[in-house]
């Protein structure tokens, strides 16, 4: 079968491999649709993302196609998505409600973890069904469900964060993660809801999705305008950084009331400079937030079926595997601009 490998950056090689088999206790989906991550765009890109080789892809969705024998979860023919969460269930992480930090998470996950068999492929063998495969409700379409690693981001970093409904809240980035922490936001009651983005087509989209308001984080004016609004508690209660740029980690700062909480979502190769002495008297409380876990996939399927999550605004171009190396270079070079391209190993089925 077809599927992409990944050797180091900018050197990904379309390849044969053999079909893989479900062997006791493990399945085989048929893949409709794999979105190229941003994870996989850094990883193309730039060093240090992934020192290791594997077949990409962590984020897909398809048909069961083959289950070995013991297997209860799943049965042929149902519709999935396949990808993280790779928690070992074991660690203590895994043993304390934190299964999104399990320290053998990332060798356990398909299309992250050293030489895994991800999803740019037309198959994929999924090891732990009951952890990485979700039914999809009926309702909900293939294009809607293959979204969850990215609704799944921003969903998890509201449900850690403080916010608790009537707080202001910032969005600073309003990339795909970004529209996911506001639409996540919006849902849990803020009173101010305020987005940035230097660019207007992503601060339209940032309206579009449930923000009150979407500034541009360069402009002094704008800046003095969400203080304004956020000038009952001096700032916002929380602030979402989702761009993973040092001056958006700036913005969220600059906003945020004292004894506020910054929340990370965003993930950047750059160094980023904190003065202590400047900051510590305003108590912030720094956080990061990474991933997701497998019971807010399912909480954000029934939402999406419910009618309560919509999907239209993340924009998607479908395209097949053998595209997928032009596809990393254009997301990576900026020229497409898009929620998520979806690639289709098997055509459309
Ligand atoms: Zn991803
Ligand atoms: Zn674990």
Known sequence: MKAVKYHGPRNVEFIDIPKPQAGPGQVVVKIAYCGICGTDVHAYSMEGIFNWELVLGHEAVGYVDEIGEGVTCVKVGDRVAVGPPGDCGKCYSCNSGKPNTCINGFPNTIGIGPN???????????????????????????????????????????????????????????????????????????????????????????????AD?????????DIAKAKELLSQANGAQVCFEAAGHPSSIDTCINLC?????????????????????????YQYDLKFTFTYTKEEITMLFALISMGKLDTKPYSILKAPLDDAINKLEELATGKLELARVLLMPNGNI
């Open 116 to 210: 895994t068999q991800g999803a740019y492929a037309e198959y994929v063998l999924s090891k732990f069904p009951q952890n990485e495969l979700f039914i999809i409700p009926d309702n909900v379409s293939f294009e809607q469900a293959v979204l969850f690693d990215v609704l799944a981001v921003g969903f998890h970093a509201v449900r850690r964060s403080d916010m608790k409904v009537g707080d202001s809240v910032v969005v600073s980035g309003c990339g795909s993660i970004g529209l996911s922490a506001i639409q996540a936001a919006k849902m849990a009651g803020p009173t101010y809801l305020i987005a940035f983005d230097p660019l207007e087509s992503k601060r339209k989209l940032a309206l579009e999705v449930g």
């Open 213 to 221: 308001y979407a500034f541009d984080p360069s402009n002094e004016n």
């Open 257 to 281: 009331m004292p004894s506020g909480q910054v929340m990370l979502i965003g993930n950047d190769g750059r160094p980023y400079q904190l003065v202590t002495a400047a900051l510590g008297h």
